[in-house]
């Protein structure tokens, strides 16, 4: 699970997708969780997905 707070300032003018990885080298596309909405953001990362017990969460945001 990862949680953030989004304010209503961020959120009119850039875009967040929190990306998920088993390795910390990639960062499929597939696995993009697409943020929307302000205040506190959770979202939980698929723990069946995790590879020898590991899992890795960012959250990327870009300003078009």
């Given at each position: 699970e990862i949680s953030f707070e989004r304010s209503v300032d961020s959120?009119?003018?850039t875009t967040a997708v929190?990306?998920?990885s088993?390795?910390?080298q990639s960062w499929p596309a597939?696995?993009?969780?697409?943020?929307s909405g302000t205040?506190?953001?959770?979202?939980?990362i698929p723990g069946s997905?995790?590879?020898?017990g590991r899992i890795f969460a960012?959250?990327?945001v870009t300003k078009p």
């Open positions: 959120a009119s003018d929190i990306q998920w088993t390795d910390l597939e696995n993009d969780i697409e943020v205040g506190t953001i959770t979202e939980t997905s995790a590879q020898n960012r959250l990327k």
